[in-house]
């Protein structure tokens, strides 16, 4: 293979590319694919945002780590660079690249906004105050802060916006309403049913917990969705992308299961089979309580906003 | 926690928006998921913005060109087109094919009721020999009188097809009269009733009956003639007139056996009436005179039938046709055509038919038959004799 001039213009093939540098070939590459040049982005504008991309995220390597040119290429392999360049090229406050995006996604917005909301006006007001967010009308720090640069060209641009704009409408509808978070909200659990023994219900809370903690996320998920949420199999199927029978069979299995391994953990506690077929049937609802508590008391804590950069 | 505690734990909107769009690792899917499985407000988040994007692609098929069979309607309104012209025009040549069979028929029909114009005045032909001269007038003649034949004949046979088509019962080309009588002048109906017609007719039979309305009126001409010389109170009943002692009133319901109202037309019914209707026996070609030749005309009355064959000449037969006996001549000219009159028009004939013999009718009884009916006989010159047996004929 023949060596490759770095952006540094230093030639290098297959070896750290220390200090931002990347590969001509694969810019001049993702140049052609981005077709940043037909809404008249000037190439140095465009260098400069891929480089800015890479190194900000390292191409997604430790700090200290150095891609190579062939990791680069695979990093920016799995961004949609089309839309990150828009998207970086409007939040440094490009004219052409805005009048690229309200040429594209202007009415894509509203029509996500107007279907999210369900209203018409609703619709409207919300996909405008997100553009005006977007247009960077926001100040942070003295700043003007754009939520496009929090953009990283993961799945698509237009799907980020509906995804916004539906974050927008969620904490919206929770704050007009006073409204507890969405963990809180749920209905709590009915209150004991006196007649059932306190250590019976205490030995099924806790056989349940251990049977749902064992259950992996895809079926946690699964039983949430369905059972808190009251999703139709096909918006869960959606979501997950499969189709509306494998949501059906999954989340049978994963009920099946679910009791099969509260059984278990029943015996386990020292019930025998038929007392612990006894403590789960006595009182379905119970149960039911318990596993939305159960499900919505876990927390997921991998997660952190990652500030916008 | 607090808003801000959350925000913090909260996948940001493109990690969402990737989980969506299945653009995630295997890595980062099931943290995805773990989070989801217990957040409520972000299972929220997701399915508001999957909804989103299934309008969005909802609006952007209902946008898409329409598929290719749809296409085809265009190509099929030239075709139903293009049909439906064939079909205007074959009915129309249908119609226009009818219309010149009924026009054929009238013009038929007007033909042999003309009286026969006197010849015309010949230009002075070459003298020929006696023997030349004898055998051409006999060829001339011999001619002449096949082709009326074959019209007349022609005439009588398109009547039966037509009433055929109808469902109605036609007989003989005689009862043709006595069918156009009675849509002429149908039987009185009680008071306060409608007539019975046409919301069961389908329209094709309404158009004949228009043509038969307009033959019923020419027959309405001879039906004033026999009035005229009928007597009153046998017409006013529809008695045998002088044919019996007894004069039996007779209700003009009776007369309604002979023309019984059409019947209603479908499919079982029109084939039970061609299968009971026309037997062979009743039928002009069908019929075997003594003379050899093919009957032209007939009329019966039971089991008695009287024809003429193409010679002119007259048979009676009493048992339907089996055996038959020549009638003698007793009208000038040729004889053409014999049909049945009602018994309005019995009184003429009766006298003499009562004086000369007792008509020998089916019952045997020796009285003019029960119905009244008489016998019409019309000569090439449209002269009418009538006859009560079918042996004796008088003058009209």
Sequence with gaps: ??????????????????????????LEELWRESNA???????HEFDRIVLDVGTAQNYRFEASAAATHRQQAEFFRGLRVDDLILARACAAGNERAWEHFIARHRQPLIRAAVAITGSETLGRELADQLYAELFGLNMREGERRCPLLSYRGRGSLMGWLRTTLAQRHVDHHRRSRHEEPLEEIDAPAAGIDPGTPAAELSALERATEEALRERN???????????????TLLQIARVLGVHEATVSRKLKRATHDTRRQVLRNLQRGGLSRRAAEEALGADPRDLDMNLKKLLQSSQAKTFKEQAAL | MSATTQHEFHPDPEMLSAFAEQALNERERDEVLEHLAACGRCRQVVALAREAADAEAVQKVVVQPRVWWRSWGLALAPAAVAV??????????????????VAKLEQQRTDEKAPTPPPAAPARPVKPTASESKSDRA????GEREREVRESRQAQEDFVDRFEVEGRRIHTA???RERDRALESPAPAPPGSEPETDDRTPPEVAMHDEEWRKEAKEAEEERHLYAAEATAPSNLHGSEGGATEANHPVDLSAQQVETRPAPELSPGSLIRLRAGTFSPALTAGSIHLPSGLRAISIA?????MLAIDEAGALFLSENSGTNWETVTTQWTGRAVMVRKDAAANLAAAAPTAAKSEPSRDTSGSGEVSETGTVFALTNDQGQVWWSADGRIWNAK
């Design chain 2, 139 to 142: 060829g001339d003649r011999q």
């Design chain 2, 174 to 176: 005689g009862e043709e």
């Design chain 2, 84 to 101: 439906t012209a064939v079909a205007a025009i074959y009915v129309h040549v249908r119609k226009t094919e009818r219309n010149a069979q």
């Design chain 2, 300 to 304: 019966h009355e039971g089991p008695r």
């Design chain 1, 1 to 26: 293979m023949a060596s490759a001039e770095s952006v540094a213009g230093v030639p290098e093939t297959g070896v750290p590319a220390l200090g931002g540098a990347i590969d001509r070939r694969l």
């Design chain 1, 37 to 43: 040049a037909g809404w008249g982005l000037a190439r």
């Design chain 1, 217 to 231: 996320s895809e079926d946690r998920f699964l039983l949430a969705a369905y059972y808190l949420d009251g999703q």
